[in-house]
């Protein structure tokens, strides 16, 4: 089955720890993102990538940190740095071109941090 | 940098009664996409507009992009109960990154048997 993959499904953490959400996708797509979403907030992206090696900071991209080695893979680190870390992740992946392309979106990582 | 919003934020019918969202833009869209998102699930595609004045329709469901190209709307027909969840637009705007949407905060649907 093609789509994406996210784990854990939930993750617990104490205040000052680094922790690093995965994200795999097997969809053959250039393009992957990171949203974090809060209630009554939708959704607001983190980081997005367009190719392997490349990624640009979205619009609350603060306290976070992702790196694009594979075409298949897009960790986001929530970082220390972070005030408000506690949130609903999702990773979401896109084919790359002139046009812009729906998102595919995994289950997503429910972080809490204390 | 740009604004999408929303409203209503909730909606609560009665099974049968039809419900509308609106999404209006602070810029010009070049296109829109409608995701909805089941309760304590993740957002799924439902369509994209991308011609002004363009109106699309998926069974129940009616898509229309403003002659603007600013705003849009969701019009669902005679609800159902599987039609609970929360519906997002995300636009992107015109001369913008291919890959940079922005949502707007949902209209939160529920149904009433």
């Known amino acids: 089955d093609g789509g994406i993959t996210q784990s854990p499904k939930y993750l617990f953490r104490k205040e000052g720890q680094n922790v690093t959400l995965s994200c795999e996708q097997n969809l053959n797509h250039d393009a992957m993102y990171w949203y974090r979403q809060d209630p009554g907030q939708g959704l607001r992206l983190i980081y997005y990538?367009?190719?392997?090696?490349?990624?640009q900071k979205g619009d609350i991209a603060e306290g976070y940190s992702v790196s694009r080695e594979k075409k298949e893979s897009f960790p986001l680190t929530v970082t220390s740095a972070q005030k408000n870390p506690t949130a609903f992740y999702l990773c979401?992946?896109?084919?790359?071109?002139?046009?812009?392309?729906?998102?595919?979106f995994g289950p997503g990582t429910r972080l809490t941090v204390t | 940098g740009q604004q999408v919003m929303q409203i209503p934020q909730y909606q609560h019918v009665q099974e049968g009664e039809d419900f509308t969202t609106y999404c209006n833009s602070s810029t010009t869209l070049s296109n829109i996409q409608w995701y909805k998102q089941r309760p304590g699930g993740h957002p799924v595609f439902l369509i994209q507009l991308v011609k002004s004045g363009e109106v699309k329709k998926q069974k129940r469901l009616t898509f229309q992009f403003g002659e603007a190209k600013k705003n849009s709307s969701l019009h669902i027909t005679a609800t159902q109960t599987t039609d609970v969840g929360t519906y997002f637009c995300?636009?992107?705007?015109?001369?913008?990154?291919?890959?940079?949407?922005?949502f707007g905060k949902g209209t939160l649907l529920t149904v009433n048997p």
């Open positions: 995300a636009g992107r705007s015109s001369g913008g990154s291919n890959y940079k949407l922005t």
């Open positions: 990538s367009q190719i392997v090696n490349d990624f």
């Open positions: 979401a992946s896109s084919h790359r071109g002139a046009d812009s392309y729906e998102q595919y």
